[in-house]
């Protein structure tokens, strides 16, 4: 008897290190369920993406909101049954003032909106996706939870400059350990990956690594075997502290 075909959720996947993660899935034989808040923009993703042959869906979705993620989730239990694979791609990072780039404001004088909005996106959204997904997981003994996160959040590094970034990522990384702790033994493996300083429209042209080097790092965790660690956090394909 041949094997289901895996179903691997990715937010933000309209560009950056979400479309490509989607491609190489793909490429991989996985099925990527692509996702976005702009309907228009992820449809045209997920057809360039089926213009090279690939088979992949899509589905809007806005990780802030309840009840796109109820109809998100019912879109899933209705064509696919279950989900093998989540990556929780999607984040913001606007906190920026003037073009220097220079960070603001400190930590001192942020203000609460602004920590909400990072916090809805960047950490609650994972949480409440893998709320509404990790039962579809357990349905079958099977899953792979990625979280991507930031060096920016890594507590034994922690510095000056966007709070709100950072603490919103290092609640993501809060997350990760706690979904890990309470899927322990049930083969649903939940990671964090750090794809560090990426040529995308948040990491700007001078980053260092493409998004088809992040991609590929993230393939490799969302991918690990039976068997494999559980709550940890990778950096160019290994282990690193928290």
């Known amino acids: ?43 045209a993703a997920a057809d360039k993406l089926q213009s090279e042959g690939l088979d992949v869906a899509y589905h809007p979705l806005d990780v802030t909101r309840g009840e796109s993620i109820r109809r998100f989730t019912d879109f899933l239990g209705n064509a696919f049954h279950r989900v093998d694979v989540l990556i929780n791609n999607a984040g913001i990072f606007p906190e920026y003032a003037g073009s220097d780039g220079t960070p603001s404001p400190g930590i001192l004088e942020v203000d609460e909106a602004t920590l909400q909005e990072h916090l809805s996106v960047n950490a609650f959204g994972p949480l409440r996706l893998a709320q509404a997904v990790i039962p579809m997981m357990r349905r079958h003994g099977y899953g792979r939870v990625v979280n991507l996160t930031s060096g920016y959040a890594q507590l034994a590094r922690m510095g000056r400059g966007y709070p709100a970034y950072r603490f919103s990522k290092a609640g993501l990384n809060a997350i990760t350990r706690l979904l890990a702790a309470e899927t322990d033994g049930e083969n649903i493996l939940v990671n964090a990956v750090d794809p560090g300083w990426v040529r995308t429209r948040m990491g700007g042209r001078q980053a260092t690594s493409t998004p088809q080097d992040a991609a590929a790092r993230v393939v490799e965790v969302a991918c690990l075997p039976d068997g494999a660690p559980s709550g940890v956090l990778y950096r160019h394909g290994e282990p690193v502290g928290w």
């Open 1 to 43: 008897m041949s094997e289901p075909e895996r179903i691997a959720v990715i937010t933000g996947g309209n560009r950056g290190i979400g479309f490509e993660t989607a491609r190489q899935l793909a490429r991989a034989g996985l099925k990527p369920v692509l996702t976005s808040r702009d309907g228009i923009l992820g449809k």
